[in-house]
């Protein structure tokens, strides 16, 4: 490949738009046996669960044929911890979809939230008011630097989709600046050989 392509190529590759496709990890619990230990069966997609708790460390996978027809995430011992492998994750989440299930025997709060901290512990966004006395879809996007995201207690949860982030994209301003820089470069190069020839 000569210099000049190569330099037009990497010249495009800064443009806006042209951003590596992110990664989606779905999860359902279906692939586990009821009342299975969940925490570290989806480490080869990036995800840890994890309790808050010491009455709920192991989070379990449920099913209850009166409740539920297929697997649901057991948070009714305490809030989970759902930990965000940073080698799959490594710009947070662009989005995060899920199923909040109403407990069947009537726990949980009409008021309470769902939060999204970076890898130091801060908070990025809360999902507040939220009523999970009602089964309903939970999304949330627009997540980047997000590594845990927290669910309350007092309910099944089921049906995850996670959308990994991209890299940030430059400003425009930036990738043309960029951009003119490949093509100076490039034409320097074409300049310099023909004098030299």
Do not use: C, W
């Not at 649901?72 to 490594?90: C, E, N, Q, S, Y």
């Not at 008011?129 to 099944?156: C, H």
């Amino acid at each position: 490949m000569k210099l000049t392509s190569l330099i037009a190529a990497a010249g495009l590759l800064a443009l806006p738009g042209l951003a590596h496709a992110a990664g989606t990890v779905k999860i359902n619990f279906n692939d586990v046996q009821d009342g299975t230990t969940i925490n570290t069966v989806y480490n080869p997609l990036g995800v840890t669960f994890t309790g808050e708790t010491v009455f709920s460390q192991d989070v379990q996978a449920t099913t209850d044929v009166n409740f539920f027809k297929t697997n649901a995430l057991d948070a009714t011992r305490g809030a989970v911890d759902i930990l965000l492998d940073p080698t799959v994750f490594a710009y947070g989440l662009k989005s995060i979809r899920f199923t909040s299930l109403a407990d069947p025997f009537g726990a949980g709060s009409i008021d309470t939230s769902f939060n999204f901290y970076d890898s130091k512990g801060g908070l990025v966004y809360s999902l507040d008011q939220f009523d999970q006395t009602a089964t309903q879809l939970v999304a949330v996007g627009n997540l980047a630097g997000v590594s845990k995201v927290v669910l309350p207690a007092d309910a099944y949860y089921d049906d995850f989709t996670f959308q990994a982030a991209s890299a940030p994209v430059p400003e425009a301003g930036t990738a043309i600046s960029f951009g003119a820089l490949l093509t100076l470069g490039g034409m320097a190069v074409l300049r310099r050989r023909r004098t030299s020839h």
